[in-house]
């Protein structure tokens, strides 16, 4: 089913969006599976593990964080921070770091994440920090390192958490 998008805003979020969050996340999880590509987040929705509650609610605490609402309806989020996910080393310099993007499986393919990406490079611009940072899954054939790159990141260095390979992506704002 093709949605027909008449109006995306993007406003700061909270804790209070933390349920809507959690159901993005469902629903990529089941959009994944459905993809047969369960690598990057397994097979369970992410309401169901406490852990991985934990860690949205973490995110959300971690920085300000984006809701992409389209026609009132939120389709998509974004966290960003100062600092990298724990497990990356942080730059050299100051950062804006995307330590959260997620679309509702629903709004996919309609540029929702792509216009949450640009408000991350807005955010970097008004906080006047050059380098915008974002970490991904980089297995299944390497789909998500290319969205990155079709949205003006640079794949700079791999890491691995476990088993799950990462690729570290930065652009110059």
């Given at each position: 089913?093709?949605?027909?998008?008449?109006?995306?805003?993007?406003?700061?979020?909270?804790?209070?969006?933390?349920?809507?969050?959690?159901?993005?996340?469902?629903?990529?999880?089941?959009?994944?599976?459905?993809?047969?590509?369960?690598?990057?987040?397994?097979?369970?929705?992410?309401?169901?593990?406490?852990?991985?509650?934990?860690?949205?609610?973490?995110?959300?605490?971690?920085?300000?964080?984006?809701?992409?609402?389209?026609?009132?309806?939120?389709?998509?989020?974004?966290?960003?921070?100062?600092?990298?996910?724990?497990?990356?080393?942080?730059a050299d310099e100051p950062e804006v770091f995307v330590r959260l993007l997620v679309t509702d499986s629903r709004f996919r393919g309609h540029g929702v994440g792509s216009a949450l990406l640009a408000h991350a490079?807005?955010?970097?611009?008004?906080?006047?920090?050059?380098?915008?940072?974002?970490?991904?899954?980089?297995?299944?054939?390497?789909?998500?390192?290319?969205?990155?790159?079709?949205?003006?990141?640079?794949?700079?260095?791999?890491?691995?958490?476990?088993?799950?390979?990462?690729?570290?992506?930065?652009?110059?704002?």
């Amino acid at each position: 089913m093709r949605l027909s998008l008449t109006q995306m805003e993007i406003r700061e979020g909270g804790a209070e969006d933390i349920p809507a969050i959690l159901a993005m996340m469902d629903s990529a999880v089941e959009w994944l599976v459905a993809e047969g590509r369960t690598g990057q987040w397994g097979t369970e929705p992410f309401s169901s593990r406490s852990t991985s509650v934990d860690k949205i609610r973490e995110t959300v605490g971690s920085g300000p964080t984006w809701i992409a609402e389209v026609d009132g309806e939120a389709a998509g989020a974004m966290t960003i921070a100062s600092r990298p996910s724990p497990y990356i080393a942080p730059a050299d310099e100051p950062e804006v770091f995307v330590r959260l993007l997620v679309t509702d499986s629903r709004f996919r393919g309609h540029g929702v994440g792509s216009a949450l990406l640009a408000h991350a490079v807005e955010e970097a611009r008004r906080q006047s920090v050059r380098l915008l940072r974002v970490d991904c899954y980089a297995g299944g054939e390497g789909r998500l390192v290319d969205y990155y790159r079709r949205n003006g990141f640079t794949p700079t260095e791999t890491f691995d958490v476990n088993g799950w390979p990462g690729q570290v992506l930065a652009q110059r704002v």
